[in-house]
Nanobody, 123 residues
Framework: QAQLVQSGGGLVQAGDSLRLSCAAS????????WGWFRQAPGKERECVAA???????FHADAVKGRFTISRDIAKNTAYLQMSSLKPEDTAVYYC?????????????????WGQGTQVTVSS
């Protein structure tokens, strides 16, 4: 069975940095597109960053210049480097993958999800 296992996250102060990791294991096909989403209480899940199998990236306006998505193809792992964190970044963060060519920003485009990890930024 394919699965995504997330690590990282936690409680930090405003201005701090964190790195989230998402490792794929099991029956994972090649040519993965990855996405990082977040969901705050009472809000819809939103895409913060995505990366295509060729390395093209998307970053939401709210995180542009502060967050960076990357992936290590050999390790089947994606990362979300977050810096200059703000209280409004507080949410549960999820990674997701799909076998595809582009990058995708809609949750419905993905078929495998990580377990989620809490990121809390205090002011």
């Amino acid at each position: 069975q394919a699965q995504l296992v997330q690590s990282g996250g936690g409680l930090v102060q405003a201005g701090d940095s964190l790195r989230l990791s998402c490792a794929a294991s099991g029956r994972i096909t090649n040519g993965l597109s990855w996405g990082w989403f977040r969901q705050a209480p009472g809000k819809e899940r939103e895409c913060v960053a995505a990366i295509s199998r060729s390395g093209g990236t998307f970053h939401a306006d709210a995180v542009k210049g502060r967050f960076t998505i990357s992936r290590d193809i050999a390790k089947n792992t994606a990362y979300l480097q977050m810096s200059s964190l703000k209280p409004e970044d507080t949410a549960v963060y999820y990674c997701a993958v799909v076998s595809g060519s582009g990058y995708y920003t809609r949750p419905q485009s993905y078929d495998l999800w990580g377990q989620g990890t809490q990121v809390t930024v205090s002011s």
